[in-house]
């Protein structure tokens, strides 16, 4: 399943990859989240099914889930240049392999300076507080590329935005699944900057979620929305232009801020993986 927003220019790469790795029985779909380009002619002429959707990955996400009953859905990002290896044969191998309910694809990205920000310091400092059974899933935990078993998928609503990938991880650690990390390589990809909306909305869910299962009381949520505010508008400025170093000493201060003190770690019934 291939979410995709305007991604004339990539997503016939990952759609023959997907077809490639396909077996008997297969889907290759590409959602197509509100594009105004000619995404989905080009989706088609590469061999894909293709779906008119929503605008959000999320929300695509949730559509696309709405059709499959295969035990397994794989999720591809559309915005793939290269890569060294068949990324969706490598989570197939991977998922086939083990007993993990979900694999993460980890890699590295063809620039080296890449900068993982709003994992880096909104991500993981809010996981590890709220919900340290989650776990490490590799230095792309909130990667686009990961086969999920549809089971853990049934009977829940995607958030609409790019909150998708951290409701994903929190909320199969929270059904007693488990999660595996399958290196792809190296992946050169046309990724685009979000300002801080992706940042924004990767931290919002996990307070969400948090709230959610009550683990943050709802009168220490706007402290905790106000953390959220100065990391985001902390990481928002980084461009490349500025230089490695100079980035990341603004990461490693975003990141040492200090935490709000409200709000509850894994509640004592709770199981910690």
Known sequence: MIPAHNE???????????????QPGDRVLVVDSGSTDDTARRAREAGAEVLDGPLGKGAAMQLAVSTVDHEWTCFL???????????????RETAAGGTADQVVGDFEYDHPGTILASTFTIYEPLTSRFFPEVGYHGAHALS?????????LRDVELPPDFGVETFLNISLALSGGR????????IGSRYRFHGGSMATEIGTRILDLAEAHGRL???DRPEW????????AAIAPNTADQGRSAIL?????????????????TPAHSTSR
């Open 8 to 22: 004339e220019a990539t997503v016939a790469t990952i759609v023959g990859q997907a077809l490639q790795a396909a």
């Open 77 to 91: 990002d559309s915005d793939v240049v290269t890569s060294e290896r068949n990324v969706p044969a490598l989570l």
């Open 144 to 152: 686009g590329f990961r086969a999920v078993r549809t089971r853990y």
């Open 179 to 186: 999660a595996d990390v399958c290196h792809l390589g190296v």
């Open 217 to 219: 009381d709802p009168a």
């Open 225 to 232: 929305d106000q953390w959220l505010a100065a990391g985001v």
């Open 249 to 265: 000493s603004r990461l490693f201060s975003t990141v040492r801020r200090p935490m709000p003190t409200g709000g509850t770690q």
